[in-house]
């Protein structure tokens, strides 16, 4: 399937692109919203964008191409941002895209292991350098283990049941495998859902083997730093864990610790924040766009401005 960019005319509208600005887009994929932005760049501006995956980073920067050379990809976790950008003399930026999903060519590559629709290997890594796999995770973890990344990555309610079952079965090598055991350890009113039965297993060890949790809060926390007064930060997440990281981070940054008391002033006092919200609810896909790409539907965009 083609990948589709999610909210990808809002969010980019969103950033407010300046035509001679510095953009990064932290989660490059297949290109569709750092293509957006390069074409709203003059030869001034410059698109810095950062992806784990090689795969991505070769088919991106062809697309990039034929739209202008005022781009650098730079093949890299995104909780290194400072770093990374470092390494191109980079110290502040006008915007800063945050993009969360999977992209759809890796859940439709067999052998990235990322589908529960199809066989393939155990992998689901993100940068195909890096040594932790699935594989590795569903047949060396204590059930114990497997049950708390189920549960904190998944929010599967049935993780304790779907641990005991990977570890009385293993040794487990591909999707399809991993797929039966789950659909044994479930009821028979979940498997009769609409919903994938595996879809949560799948998605917490995506999220576990790629740290990508742990990653998202490095990267927002830089990302605070790096933006100019005026420049904005947007967000696109699509899964509760995703959704708490950013609601904590952006309330510590717009919210002042004596909001309260502030409030109940009769004067206007400067809460000493350095970010406003702009989004107050996250903006959701129009039903034109959950009618083209179905899988937009829990998307969210989130928008702060640094004051």
Avoid at 102 to 117: K, L, W
Avoid at 178 to 190: F, S
Avoid at 248 to 277: A, C, M, R
Wanted: proline share 4%; glycine share 6%; aromatic share 6%.
């Amino acid at each position: 399937m083609e990948h589709i960019s999610v909210l990808l005319n809002e969010s980019v509208a969103m950033l407010e692109v300046k035509p001679d600005g510095i953009y990064v887009d932290c989660t490059l994929g297949r290109g569709g919203h750092a293509s957006a932005i390069l074409q709203q760049l003059s030869a001034k501006g410059l698109l810095i964008a950062l992806d784990r995956d090689e795969q991505a980073i070769k088919q991106s920067g062809q697309t990039l191409s034929k739209i202008g050379s005022n781009f650098k990809i730079i093949k890299g976790n995104f909780d290194q941002l400072k770093l990374l950008l470092a390494t191109k003399n980079i110290t502040n930026v006008d915007g800063i895209l945050y993009d969360l999903g999977v992209s759809s060519p890796q859940f439709d590559q067999n052998e990235r292991g990322f589908s529960y629709r199809n066989d393939g290997p155990l992998d689901m890594r993100m940068d195909q350098e890096q040594s932790l796999t699935a594989q590795e995770v569903v047949n060396t973890y204590s059930q114990t283990q497997l049950s708390e990344i189920l549960t904190k990555y998944g929010d599967e309610q049935f993780a304790g049941q779907i641990a005991s079952e990977i570890v009385k079965t293993r040794p487990l090598t591909s999707t399809l495998q991993l797929v039966e055991v789950v659909k044994k350890a479930l009821p028979q009113k979940v498997l009769k859902q609409k919903k994938h039965p595996a879809k949560k297993t799948f998605q917490a060890l995506r999220v576990y083997v790629n740290d990508e949790m742990n990653g998202l809060e490095k990267s927002l926390r830089q990302a605070f730093d790096l933006v100019k007064p005026q420049g904005r930060i947007c967000l696109i997440t699509f899964q509760s864990q995703e959704e708490a990281i950013v609601k904590k981070l952006i309330k510590e940054v717009t919210i002042s610790p004596y909001h309260q008391v502030l409030k109940s002033l009769p004067l206007e006092v400067d809460d000493q924040t350095k970010f406003k919200l702009i989004t107050p609810s996250p903006i959701k896909p129009s039903k034109k766009e959950l009618t083209l790409n179905p899988r937009a539907h829990s998307a969210k965009l989130w928008v702060v401005e640094k004051k």
